[in-house]
């Protein structure tokens, strides 16, 4: 269309040029002729033998043409015959002039034509490329489109998949069966055709389908269930023939199709023709997988979380001879997938995986690898360089309960019904004997709800009991009761409560043969799905009457849990006052927290809106002001939980033994100590040598109130009573003994927190595989500013020949090199932490 275009306007513009000519009679040209007007002319001859006088006047004239005065300056008229008296003339009145023929050049008439011939050309030019693409298109919808694995790119390995031991292990024997087939077969046996991995969607499979292809060292061909069927009829049989066609060449090979229940759904009527291209494809793919043609050396892998629509034909042995199940990972299982996901995160001292992982039952692997993503996105959004245990507790939070919506305005009517509501929950779920521990309290709108109620059971659940289930309706049903005790009425906020109650207790009833009334017989209709190849009509399998039982045992066990959370709430009414109003005041509350309002314990200091805890008032220069004696005396001991230990004197030999652990592991990593690793962490995160002895008692007075403190007290006098020291005001001796136990604890429990965390650091670097650390030492030589990797060894005076244990010795000396250069730069401008 540009070409079009430009010839367009080219064409226009030659045409343009011509200049406007007016036509005069004979009489007004002889006229002009005497007068002397005419400068030039360009006599043309047309084909009938005449002439005509193109003009140029000296200046120009008016002339009356159409009814109004025109300038004119170039004129044309028709001479008739041309002879020598008239060139005599012309010579004579000083025209000069010169002839041209009448006929149009040919280029001329090929710019008239021009613009149409480039139409035309362009039309089929089109048209051809239109015809070409097509037939392509139609040749190439026969290929499969699958992917081979490419040897350059980094490999996925089994060191990369954790919390699936078992599917490991049965994926390893098909790998060693494709590597060293003559063992087998010397045995007389034969190698699986096909490995089904079936579970829930995250868990890993496609992940261990990865992983297979980097551990097998056999081409791996890897498709999805979607790229089989087309519209065109025939084409997802076609494209499964090439498939296992392309496959055979390469044997012994691994092909993995992922979503298998895309293809793979059960042949039946539905509601659709018994006879459509899908099932040609299925059926080709039962043929190729076990037909008359043995395709020795390919395994079929193939990964779907809907084992229950796939056809039997594709089950049965001699196809898919192994179904492996990759379920969701257990407590053990979910702290391994942690560990691999933070090999590459800096974490702080305080991070503790395996609480983490005791903190998600349910989690699946993609849930867990999101979680510290998010937790990392965090940390990035503070500036920080670690990702801390808050970091990933929020992130925790986040994906159970949503995103808080702080900018939703609620009125103070609806927060006060909305603390009730969630107080309800939260103190039902602590009177019931069964039910899971609160997690966290909060009416901060998240996600679509107006506050949430979270609970987090303290092991993974594979059974319920029916004890269980009940008092879980009842704790779902505490909000709506909470409400109707406080204000008498119900709002529309308890309307998702009803539902998971009333789906509970239907289960109950005609699942799992819960009720007393029906006794143990299965009822519930098995809802299928039309186009999953089932029955259109599903007949109820029970009377009416039955049906009528049913709804009234459903409405009995959710009535009776209604009234069994209203009655426990009225029995507590003081309790749940009092949380309604730690809400509304806090705006959440953890599950300790809640523990303490149950008790009666008052609460510490509510935390700063940035989630901060509360810290002692600081002076203009940024430290901290001790309270006074007086203060101190005043105050009474808090019944706040005491830090473990804190009541042990400390064994001076652990704590030399500890400090040689720990210097030891900090060496292994290319520290000079271990002091030296914790001057290069973030913050004064620990305590590892004992301040200078106070010389007068105010000085003592002020650091014991902050040793207390630092060491987790809530006062002085909890310290002394947990350390059972009896503390007087005017007793130094006693003071000081109190200074002294409290810095050697302090000091003890900093040294654990820094052997633990270059234990963390430690396995961290041995758990990242070969490519891993030859990457992050690529990367790091960038960051550092040398030229090339043997320049960074030289520097760091590492023998680096190529080894392993030479690029991982690499790797913790630049490591190292970098937090030195990251801590200089901050000590050098301490008000970039600001």
């Not at 039946?268 to 899908?278: F, Y």
């Amino acid at each position: 269309m540009l070409l079009l275009m430009g010839i367009l306007l080219f064409y226009l513009l030659l045409r343009g040029t011509d200049r406007p000519e007016w036509s005069v009679s004979y009489t007004e040209y002889r006229q002009l002729l005497e007068e002397g007007k005419i400068a030039s002319a360009t006599i043309v001859k047309s084909r009938f033998n005449d002439y005509e006088f193109h003009g140029v006047l000296k200046e120009p004239i008016t002339l009356i043409r159409d009814g109004r005065p025109r300038q004119v300056q170039y004129i044309v008229t028709k001479l008739g015959v041309l002879d020598a008296e008239t060139e005599k003339l012309w010579a004579e009145k000083g025209i000069t002039w010169t002839y041209e023929s009448g006929d149009n050049p040919w280029w001329d008439s090929l710019i008239s034509i021009l613009p149409w011939i480039a139409l035309i050309v362009i039309y089929f030019l089109l048209l051809q490329r239109m015809q070409v693409g097509a037939t392509r298109n139609i040749f190439s919808f026969s290929k499969a489109r699958f992917r081979v694995n490419d040897p350059s790119q980094p490999r996925v390995t089994f060191d990369d998949v954790a919390g699936a031991e078992e599917a490991k292990e049965e994926l390893r024997e098909i790998i060693e069966f494709l590597r060293n087939p003559e063992r087998f077969r010397a045995l007389g046996a034969k190698i699986p055709k096909g490995v089904l991995l079936v579970g829930p969607p995250g868990t890993g499979k496609t992940l261990l389908a990865r992983a297979v292809a980097g551990e097998a060292g056999v081409p791996f061909f890897s498709i999805s269930g979607a790229d089989f069927v087309e519209m065109f009829v025939g084409v997802g049989a076609a494209r499964v023939r090439d498939l296992f066609e392309q496959a055979k060449r390469h044997v012994p090979c691994i092909v993995f199709i992922d979503e298998l229940d895309a293809v793979g759904r059960q042949r039946g009527a539905g509601l659709g023709g018994g006879h459509d291209e899908r099932e040609q494809t299925l059926n080709q793919l039962l043929v190729e997988m076990d037909g008359f043609e043995q395709n020795s050396g390919i395994v079929v892998l193939a990964a779907t979380n809907r084992p229950d629509i796939l056809d039997p034909a594709l089950l049965r042995p001699g196809r898919f001879d192994r179904r492996i199940v990759v379920d969701l990972p257990d407590v053990r299982g979910r702290e391994q997938i942690l560990r691999v996901h933070t090999r590459r995160i800096p974490l702080a001292p305080d991070v503790n995986l395996s609480q983490l992982a005791k903190s998600t039952p349910g989690f699946a692997g993609a849930d867990l690898a999101n979680l510290v993503n998010e937790a990392a996105l965090l940390a990035a959004r503070r500036n920080s360089r670690f990702v801390t245990m808050k970091d990933l507790e929020d992130a925790r939070d986040k994906i159970l309960m949503g995103i808080e919506r702080r900018s939703l305005v609620l009125s103070e009517e609806e927060r006060r019904i909305t603390a009730y509501h969630e107080a309800g929950h939260a103190l039902v779920a602590k009177l019931l004997p069964t039910a899971d521990p609160i997690h966290k309290v909060t009416i901060i709108p998240r996600g679509r709800a107006l506050g949430v109620t979270a609970q987090l059971p303290e092991e993974d659940r594979y059974t319920l009991t029916k004890e269980y289930i009940e008092d879980r309706i009842v704790m779902i049903l505490g909000g709506r009761a909470a409400e109707k005790v406080v204000f008498n009425r119900i709002t529309t906020g308890a309307a998702n409560d009803l539902e998971q109650a009333t789906r509970l207790a239907r289960k109950m009833v005609c699942e799992w043969g819960m009720s007393d009334v029906l006794g143990p017989v299965a009822l519930s209709n098995r809802h299928e799905e039309v186009f999953l190849g089932r029955e259109i009509v599903q007949p109820r399998e029970y009377s009416e009457e039955t049906a009528q039982l049913i709804d009234a045992e459903i409405r009995r066990i959710v009535t009776e849990a209604t009234e069994k959370a209203e009655r426990l709430l009225r029995e507590n009414l003081e309790v749940l006052h009092r949380i309604a109003r730690a809400l509304l005041e806090r705006e959440s509350l953890s599950g300790e927290e809640l523990d303490q309002l149950i008790k009666g314990t008052p609460l510490s200091e509510p935390p700063h809106s940035d989630g901060s805890p509360s810290q002692m008032p600081t002076s203009h220069d940024g430290h901290p002001i001790p309270p006074t004696v007086e203060a101190l005396s005043e105050r009474e001991p808090t019944s706040s939980s005491i830090p473990l230990q804190a009541s042990r004197a400390v064994d001076p030999q652990n704590l030399a033994r500890l400090r040689q652990e720990a210097d030891q592991l900090a060496r292994q990593l290319g520290y000079p100590d271990a002091t030296e690793f914790a001057r290069q962490l973030p913050g004064d995160a620990f305590f590892l040598s004992p301040p200078m002895p106070p010389r007068s008692l105010e000085e003592l007075h002020a650091q014991v109130a902050s040793l207390a403190l630092q060491a987790g007290f809530a006062d002085v006098h909890h310290a002394a009573n947990a350390m059972d020291i009896s503390l007087k005001e005017e007793s130094e001796s006693s003071w000081r003994q109190l200074w002294k136990r409290l810095s050697e604890h302090l000091q003890y429990t900093s040294w654990e927190k820094l052997y633990q965390t270059l234990q963390n650091e430690q396995r961290r670097l041995q758990s990242m595989s070969l490519s891993e650390v030859q990457e992050a030492v690529q990367n790091l030589t960038y960051w550092l500013g040398y030229r090339n990797i043997d320049e960074a060894a030289r520097e760091l005076h590492i023998q680096h020949d190529g080894s392993e244990t030479a690029w991982r010795r690499l790797l913790v000396a630049m490591e190292a090199q970098l937090r030195k250069r990251r801590h200089s730069e901050e000590r050098a401008s301490p008000e970039a932490d600001s």
